[in-house]
């Protein structure tokens, strides 16, 4: 039986039960073997673009004995016609901007019925921007730490209903919902990162409309760190 980390745990506990799920950058497939072993889904497909982790994913399914439930496909995202046939995604462990780049490039997803799970690695920002302006509703997000290193996940759904973000939706989502104490670490590292853009800024006059959109999304960071007891 697979074990998860608390990270993969995290991304599990977003997956819809009873649907085919594709892991996009499986790795080892864990997360796909793991969900099987437990009967959530009834197939899946591990995906990845090069040899070696897909070779990892075949040793697992291997191991696990559910190579009759997983295919293993060898793609760069979401390339793969096979992908076609499924509405549910993960990916997991990669950067936010590759993530919007590979959804970008697979107009597909934008489609009823189609389910992400994302975990984004960083420029999560990015990542709810891009899904806001492309037909997808947040549902909810969650936060945990592993191995000293905060994380968190989103899940989204697409609806066709497109609108522009705000720069505080983009950078706080719906974590302030959810209640892992987790979520702090996340805000307390978009908070530096937005301080320390924010003053680079202040030496440059051109830049003073930038530095003044900052502004109130840091004060909405610094209000929900407020909140930590």
Known sequence: MITLTNRLSMVAGLVRDGRPLADIGTDHAYLPVFLLQE?????????????????????????????????????????????????????????????????????????????????????????????????FSILRETATRDN??????????????????TLSECYLGKLPECDAPERFDHFRDVLRRLTARHDALLAYPESREECELLEPVIRDVQAILDQES
């Open 148 to 165: 000293g290193r905060g994380y968190i996940a989103i899940e989204a759904a697409y609806t066709g209903e497109t609108r522009e973000a």
């Open 39 to 135: 009967g959530r889904i009834p197939h899946a497909a591990a995906c990845d673009v090069r040899e070696g982790p897909l070779q990892n994913a075949a040793s697992t399914v291997d191991a696990e004995e559910v190579s009759d439930r997983v295919e293993l496909l060898l793609c760069s995202g979401f390339e793969h016609p096979r992908l076609r046939d499924y509405t549910d995604f993960v990916m997991a462990g990669m950067g936010g901007n590759l993530m919007v780049d590979l959804m970008a490039a697979a107009p597909f997803l934008q489609a009823e019925g189609v389910h992400l799970v994302l975990q984004p690695q960083s420029h999560a920002e990015d990542v709810r921007d891009y899904l806001y302006g492309n037909g």
